[in-house]
């Protein structure tokens, strides 16, 4: 039988002219379309969900910093199974979706896929780097709401970078640092991050300035997420750019390219990357999702 939507232009239905009795016909939108398939998610082991997001984010045109690929490898990760065939891997965790890799073949059912996503696991949102084309159609036709989550950027090209305020330099972060850097409160446990050799303490004329973080990208090994923090006193005077530059020169003599994030609602970092020379490549949202999206449609059009 041959299925019409019946739609004209972008909205309605199209009226036909009865020649026989000058009766205007409307016709109506079809039916959504449901296949007759079974959909299982089953849980998948670390490994398979690893390698299916480094598959994804191989093919993603930025790595963004560390937001997206922690929120998708530390998921609990649902292998997707439609008529017994692999054909996906998903992720969630207590905040919601964050993964959905879906094969070629099985896009045509990624409704009926992120709806019985959505009936198993809860869950009432997702999250989506805005270059992230799959994704963000994925989660978008669920969504009712999108909201900004946190900004993404990266350096893309080194003469952009600014020349840091004189006398600022940075220094490998010891035991002897701890009690400065546990003084600032700008992250809980900085012993371990000492030890792992990520953390760098600013100074200018040898006075503790500030502090400086570069993390390897978890999931892109020539990419290094930088951060800062800028002591209160010293702040409104370029140190914070200046903080962020010396990182990235860092990261540069390692023939490797700085990212960052923060947080949407962080108005004072944005500006100051890029004052550093970074650019926004991109946005993390937040979906709020509407699980009963395409139940409504059916029942308004049967």
């Not at 009690?179 to 760098?200: E, H, I």
């Given at each position: 039988?041959?299925?019409?939507?019946?739609?004209?232009?972008?909205?309605?239905?199209a009226?036909?002219?009865?020649?026989?009795?000058?009766?205007a016909l409307v016709r109506q939108p079809g039916p959504v379309i449901r296949f007759d398939v079974d959909i299982r998610l089953p849980e998948t082991d670390a490994a398979t969900a690893r390698a299916a997001i480094e598959d994804h984010h191989r093919a993603q045109a930025f790595s963004g910093d560390f937001f997206m690929p922690a929120k998708q490898l530390g998921a609990r990760h649902l292998a997707i199974e439609?008529?017994?065939?692999?054909?996906?891997?998903?992720?969630?965790?207590?905040?919601?979706?964050?993964?959905?890799?879906l094969d070629p073949a099985a896009k045509r059912l990624d409704r009926q896929i992120v709806e019985r996503l959505l009936e198993d696991t809860g869950a009432t949102e997702a999250y989506a780097a805005s270059w992230d084309r799959h994704h963000v159609d994925l989660f978008g036709?669920?969504?009712?709401?999108?909201a900004n989550q946190a900004y993404q950027f990266e350096l893309l090209r080194p003469e952009d970078l600014r020349s840091p305020v004189p006398g600022l330099a940075l220094h490998m972060a010891s035991v002897a640092d701890l009690?400065?850097?546990?003084?600032?409160?700008?992250?809980?446990?900085?012993?371990?991050?000492?030890?792992?050799?990520?953390?760098?303490v600013a100074r200018l004329h040898e006075t503790e300035v500030g502090i400086a973080i570069l993390v390897p990208h978890i999931l892109n090994g020539q990419?290094?997420?930088?951060?800062?923090?800028?002591?209160?006193?010293?702040?409104?005077?370029g140190i914070g750019r200046s903080i962020l530059a010396l990182a990235c020169q860092e990261v540069l003599g390692n023939q490797q390219t700085p990212v960052a994030g923060c947080g949407a609602g962080n108005w004072e970092s944005r500006p100051t990357l890029e004052a550093a020379g970074m650019t926004c490549v991109g946005t993390i949202f937040r979906f709020t999702l509407d699980p009963n999206r395409f139940h409504i449609l059916e029942e308004q059009t049967h």
């Open positions: 039988m041959a299925v019409s939507a019946g739609c004209s232009g972008a909205g309605g239905s009226p036909s002219q009865n020649g026989a009795t000058g009766i439609v008529d017994g065939q692999r054909v996906g891997v998903a992720g969630v965790d207590n905040t919601g979706l964050s993964l959905c890799t036709n669920f969504a009712s709401d999108i009690a400065y850097l546990d003084g600032t409160g700008f992250q809980p446990n900085f012993t371990d991050l000492v030890d792992s050799g990520v953390v760098r990419r290094v997420d930088v951060g800062m923090f800028t002591d209160p006193g010293s702040r409104r005077r």
